[in-house]
């Protein structure tokens, strides 16, 4: 069973910095794509970036050049780096998982958590 768990969302001011963790269990690293998704209030849930099981990484054009992921696999534990953070990134952030190949669709991963908020304001 695959569990996921957020955390480092918290509130800061524009251009400020976070870092997103997503532990997760039931996970084998070299068959599953990871991917962090976020859902602003009263917006569909969107594409922020993903890992691939081979190491790709790949990011959405709003956030691409600001926000790094990257996992430990000694840690079991993917990560979100996010620089230069702006309002519009305001969200809840989302940890996901699915086997095989990566994607942009949300509908695509059967592997959530819960959400980790990430507030940009002054």
């Known amino acids: 069973e695959v569990q996921l768990v957020e955390s480092g969302g918290d509130s800061v001011l524009p251009g400020g910095s976070l870092r997103l963790s997503c532990e997760a269990s039931?996970?084998?690293?070299?068959?599953?794509?990871m991917g962090w998704f976020r859902q602003a209030a009263g917006k569909q849930r969107e594409w922020v970036s993903s890992?691939?099981?081979?190491?790709?990484?790949t990011y959405a054009a709003p956030v691409r050049g600001r926000l790094t992921i990257s996992k430990d696999n000694a840690k079991n534990t993917l990560y979100l780096q996010m620089n230069t953070l702006k309002r519009e990134d305001t969200a809840m952030y989302y940890c996901?998982?699915?086997?095989?190949?990566?994607?942009?669709?949300?509908?695509?991963?059967?592997?959530w958590g819960h959400g980790t908020q990430v507030t940009v304001s002054s």
């Open positions: 890992l691939s099981s081979g190491g790709s990484r």
């Open positions: 996901a998982a699915r086997p095989g190949y990566c994607s942009g669709d949300p509908n695509r991963y059967n592997d």
């Open positions: 039931g996970v084998t690293w070299s068959l599953y794509c």
